[in-house]
């Protein structure tokens, strides 16, 4: 049986209840390797979890206004990348723990031999003090989950979900340091998609597509947004 999510190592320990997100509270889900189970896991022993989005605004000037930008326009968002920072664990890797038949339990040896892509949830889980205060006034990107809680907290807190969907690593690299003992390994990916807790796979009419609701939206009266589009033309 391969050792990956057993042992004191990935045994729970408390963190500090505080109105500030701290990274402790953050965990990251994935479906390692193992066969006949398809069981989200925690992702374990990772020193940072980094994701970064983005794309490229196109200024808009025309020809007899002297310079002025007219607009900018927002170009095509790229694929969002993650980096996980992990401790090497002797019968537990990266791309073990990300699905792939590496490690003990296979031949995969390199990015190449990666036939099949994978999915990451990120759940950012509230202190004990916000879910007891605020709960109740969270909207439907906040999920319910199920802790051991014990007082005027019965069991329940709130956490905010986050999936990477169709994922590819870009890139996997190990560092064995002679003036550390620990074996670091790192490893890029890229997303297809990404969503929140509520519609897994981003494709209810009802929260994604033309008529999300973004926000900044100057025609609902609210007086949000950019003043500039809030203009009669």
């Given amino acids: 049986m391969r050792l990956g999510t057993e042992g004191y190592i990935y045994q729970r320990g408390s963190s500090p209840n505080t109105r500030v997100a701290i990274s402790q509270k953050n965990r990251v889900f994935s479906r390692p390797y193992t066969v006949g189970s398809a069981v989200e896991s925690q992702v374990g022993?990772?020193?940072t979890f980094d994701y970064s989005d983005s794309r490229g605004l196109d200024p808009v000037r025309g020809i007899g206004f002297g310079d002025q930008i007219a607009e900018l326009v927002p170009g095509v968002t790229e694929p969002m990348d993650l980096t996980l920072n992990r401790a090497l664990m002797y019968t537990a890797g990266v791309v073990q723990e990300l699905g792939y038949r590496g490690g003990i339990d296979g031949l995969v040896r390199s990015l190449r031999q990666h036939k099949w892509p994978f999915d990451i949830r990120s759940e950012l889980a509230f202190s004990e003090l916000v879910s007891y205060y605020d709960k109740g006034a969270y909207a439907s990107g906040v999920t319910p989950i199920v802790e051991s809680g014990v007082g005027n907290l019965?069991?329940?807190n709130y956490c905010l979900i986050t999936y990477f969907w169709t994922c590819w690593l870009k890139s996997v690299g190990l560092s064995f340091p002679s003036d550390s003992a620990i074996v670091a390994e790192d490893a890029s990916a890229s997303a297809t998609d990404v969503t929140d807790g509520s519609t897994p796979y981003g494709n209810d009419a009802n929260h994604?597509?033309?008529?999300?609701d973004s926000g900044n939206n100057p025609t609902l009266g609210t007086n949000a947004g950019s003043q500039l589009f809030a203009q009669t033309a």
């Fill in 208 to 212: 994604y597509g033309d008529l999300l």
């Fill in 45 to 47: 022993v990772l020193s």
């Fill in 154 to 156: 019965p069991g329940q």
